[in-house]
DNA sequence: TACTGTGAACGAATTCACAGCC
DNA sequence: GGCTGTGAATTCGTTCACAGTA
């Protein structure tokens, strides 16, 4: 028999705009608003309506029609399709500026997410203790991730040279999703979740796109 | 009469790859590699080689049937289709960890882009030095931009708080390209370019993907 | 009446497969 | 023969427009 919680998968796209309804959706609590339409939800989320319902409809039938949506009813439900419910450990992988940044980002820590292992290879930085926590030797990885357990979630904020070696390392110890800020392409087995996040390329399409509507005054600026 | 050098507008997807290739060329040029086949190229930058074909046969016919590209005359053409004959000022706005972080990173000073100003609303920071940098009053950011010139790139990496009044100041200064790491969507007039990087966001979807992975063992990993 | 849920239309991006050329 | 360049097919994501329903 089929479990009755069973959901279609979402795509990524989907899944990417999930947390900004989510994050409208509380402000719009904290506000004390108890109902609200999809075309003020959209607004606030920064999404076209029609786009916001196709995306909830795949969660299953989450409004009333001719009324709008209930927002504590729908931030719960949101929480569960993006499996809040369960807090996803996470380990960072080399603490130079980006490495420290991300591990002192507001998102990582909190908000379902907890940083569990802060690791480097240069062994000045092995040993001290960075926002509370000891920066452990990369070579116990496979220790740390064991402890932390096999839904961890791996971030790799080295230099491009060591990403490959890091990933090897990550999948070997049983990481299954791993977030990467290093502009290395990242050859992982089948069944492993990537995201490569290059700060270098965004500014760049940026520049390419600014310089475009410079040369040709009609063309409309690009959202992202 | 038409420009011989005018390109056709290229997409955001293909302009997101370029860099890549041309990374990969830089390796490739480096242990003297004088030819290459798209095969070996796209490998290199990890996408598949017809896509890496599609994405070059938008600047142009850069390469040889039956032969393959030659890298250093590539290179050239891919400097020339990024905009890198020019040098891009960057002014950098909030300064905390992921700020500073931003503001080191190898890939924003350097390799085409400058950063010309860092500016934070905290009277605590401003007047300090980082990375070898005065660090000016955002107030001051219709002077920094002045001097920059209209092709400057303002990076937003305040709190989401403060987010929309930094943009709007950008705009004001003449600014046309932002690249936010804040979750908040901004608002900006029709012709402004902004890219939003949400590191919270990329963080679910990995949570999402290996949830899924673990509930159907048999759906492969998509890369991102 | 007002707003959701959704099939259908549309558009963009990727992959396929092969014609064309060295 | 081998590899590029590219139309055709496909897949995927978004928008449109309206039927359905409290």
Chains 1, 2 share one sequence.
Request: net charge negative; aromatic share 2%.
């Amino acid at each position: 028999m089929v479990e009755a919680t069973e959901r279609r998968e979402l795509s990524d796209a989907t899944v990417l705009r999930l947390p900004s309804y989510l994050d409208a959706l509380d402000s719009l609590r904290a506000r004390g608003v108890r109902g609200v339409s999809s075309e003020e939800l959209a607004t606030a989320a920064g999404v076209t309506s029609a786009m916001l319902r196709k995306d909830l409809s795949q969660l299953g039938s989450l409004g009333v029609r001719g009324v709008g949506y209930e927002t504590e009813a729908l931030r719960s439900q949101l929480m569960t399709a993006l499996g809040r419910d369960a807090v996803r450990p996470v380990v960072i992988v080399g603490l130079g500026r980006l490495g420290l940044a991300i591990a002192s980002h507001g998102g990582f820590d909190g908000d379902g997410f907890e940083v569990v292992g802060l690791l480097d290879h240069d062994p000045q930085v092995v040993g001290t203790t960075v926002l509370g926590r000891e920066v452990r030797d990369v070579r116990d990885l496979p220790q740390v991730v064991a402890v932390a357990g096999p839904g961890t979630i791996g971030v790799v904020a080295t230099p491009g040279s060591a990403a490959q070696d890091v990933a090897d390392l990550l999948v070997s110890a049983g990481v299954r999703a791993i977030l990467t800020f290093a502009p290395t392409p990242l050859r992982v087995p089948e069944g492993i979740a990537v995201r490569e996040v290059d700060l270098s390329c965004e500014l760049r399409l940026l520049a390419y796109r600014s310089r475009a509507v410079a040369a040709h005054p009609t063309a409309g600026g690009v959202r992202a």
